[in-house]
C-alpha cells in the first residue's frame, strides 16, 4: 500500500507517517517545511519505506508527481494556527484553497483515495451542546481575517463533496477538534504548547479574554487510526467526522491543569483578545464535538486523559528545549 501524507513533517502528519510506516505502508512526504521540520520526522527518516518531497501543495506539477501511483492520500498540508492565519490571512487562504484543489485533482486523476483534513473552525461561533456533521456553520464577517481559516476550509470540503459527488472521487472528511500531542508548536497561537512552554519557563501563563471559553482537546494518538480507518471505510466516501476530545474544559482551567502538572509557579494572567490578537479579534465561546458518527463507523473512542495530554506536551518540550529546567510532573498515581 502507498500512502502520500501531505503535511507529513507537520505536527499530526508526523505521527500519521509513524503510524503507516510501523503499520508496513510505503509513504512519501510531501512537505514544504515551512511550519512543519524534518526534526518532527527524526525517529523514522532514515525508515526505507519512507520518501520525502521537499515542494508545496501549491505546485501543481510536484503534486502530480507526489500523488502518481499512489493508493491513499491523506491531505494534511495547510496553513494553520490562529496566530498564523490572523498575521497572514494570504497565505492561508491561497494554500488551503489552491493547495487542496490540486491535491483533488490529482487524486481524481491517479484515482487515489483522499482524506482530507478539515476543523472544527467551520462551525465558527455555534455554541451548540454538541456540534453534529450537519450542524450550522456561524462565522464572523470574512473581512475579519480569523474567520479565513473557516471560510477556507469550508470552501475545501465544499470542493471535496462536489469531486465526490460529481467525479465519484473516494474522498472522506475529518474535522479535527483541537488536536494535540508532542511536537506541536505553540508558535502559531496553539494553547496547550504555548502555555505549557510557559510553565515550564517560569513565565505567566496568558490565558486570553476571560478563560471562560471551552474547547474538547483531543489526543493526537487518538485521532491517527481514527482517520486511517476512515480512509479505509468505503462508507466513509462523501461525508464529514467530527474527531474531538470526550471532555469539555475552560481555557483557565486548563492551565491550571498545567501549572498544577508542571509544579511550575508561574502565574496566569488573562490577556485582553485585542492585546493577544488584534482589535475586534472573535474568538469562540464553546466547541463541543459530537462524535458519534466516527464512532459508529470507525469506532473512534478518545481514550486520553488531558492530564495524560499535558505530561506528555511538557515531556516533550522539555527534551527539545534547551532552555527548560529538569521536569518533576505530578505523578499520574496522585
Ligand atoms: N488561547 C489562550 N492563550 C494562548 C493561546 C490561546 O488563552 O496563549 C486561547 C484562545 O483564545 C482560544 C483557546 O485558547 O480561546 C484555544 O486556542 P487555539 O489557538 O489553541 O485553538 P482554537 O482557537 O482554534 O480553538
Not at 91 to 98: A, W, Y
Not at 203 to 213: I, S, Y
Not at 238 to 250: C, D, I, K, R, T
Amino acid at each position: 500500500m502507498r500512502s502520500v501524507v501531505t503535511g507529513g513533517a507537520g505536527f499530526i502528519g508526523s505521527h500519521l507517517v509513524e503510524h503507516l510506516l510501523d503499520r508496513g505502508d510505503e509513504v512519501i512526504v510531501l512537505d514544504d517545511l515551512s511550519t512543519g521540520g524534518m526534526a518532527n520526522l527524526t525517529r523514522v527518516e532514515d525508515h526505507p519505506l519512507l520518501t520525502v518531497h521537499c515542494g508545496s501543495v501549491l505546485d501543481e506539477a510536484t503534486v502530480f508527481a507526489a500523488i502518481t501511483g499512489a493508493d491513499r492520500v491523506f491531505h494534511l498540508a495547510a496553513a494553520v494556527g490562529v496566530r498564523l492565519i490572523v498575521e497572514e490571512p494570504l497565505r492561508g487562504l491561497r494554500t488551503n484553497i489552491h493547495g487542496t484543489e490540486n491535491v483533488l485533482e490529482a487524486c481524481r486523476a491517479v484515482g487515489a483515495r483522499l482524506l482530507l483534513a478539515s476543523t472544527s473552525e467551520v462551525y465558527g461561533k455555534n455554541t451548540a451542546d454538541a456540534l453534529s456533521e450537519d450542524s450550522d456553520r456561524i462565522l464572523g464577517s470574512p473581512l475579519l481575517s480569523r474567520w479565513t481559516y473557516a471560510a477556507a476550509k469550508g470552501i475545501d470540503e465544499a470542493f471535496a463533496h462536489a469531486y465526490w459527488s460529481q467525479y465519484g472521487l473516494d474522498v472522506a472528511i475529518a474535522r479535527f477538534f483541537n488536536t494535540v500531542g508532542a511536537r506541536q508548536t505553540g508558535r502559531y497561537g496553539m494553547v496547550v504548547p504555548n502555555l505549557v512552554g510557559q510553565a515550564l519557563r517560569g513565565e505567566p501563563l496568558t490565558v486570553f479574554g476571560d478563560g471562560r471559553q471551552t474547547r474538547c482537546f483531543s489526543y493526537v494518538g487518538d485521532i491517527v487510526p481514527a482517520i486511517v480507518r476512515l480512509i479505509m471505510e468505503p462508507a466513509a466516501a462523501g461525508q464529514a467526522f467530527n474527531l474531538g476530545g470526550a471532555h469539555e474544559v475552560s481555557i483557565l482551567e486548563l492551565a491550571e491543569r498545567i501549572v498544577e502538572i508542571t509544579g511550575s509557579s508561574s502565574p496566569i494572567v488573562l490577556v485582553p483578545y485585542e492585546q493577544a490578537y488584534a482589535p475586534g479579534f472573535e474568538d469562540m465561546r464553546r466547541r463541543v464535538p459530537d462524535n458519534s458518527r466516527a464512532e459508529a463507523l470507525v469506532g473512534f473512542a478518545p481514550a486520553t486523559s488531558l492530564d495524560d495530554v499535558i505530561r506528555e506536551v511538557a515531556t516533550d518540550l522539555a527534551k527539545r528545549n534547551d532552555g527548560v529546567p529538569e521536569l518533576t510532573l505530578l505523578s499520574k498515581d496522585r
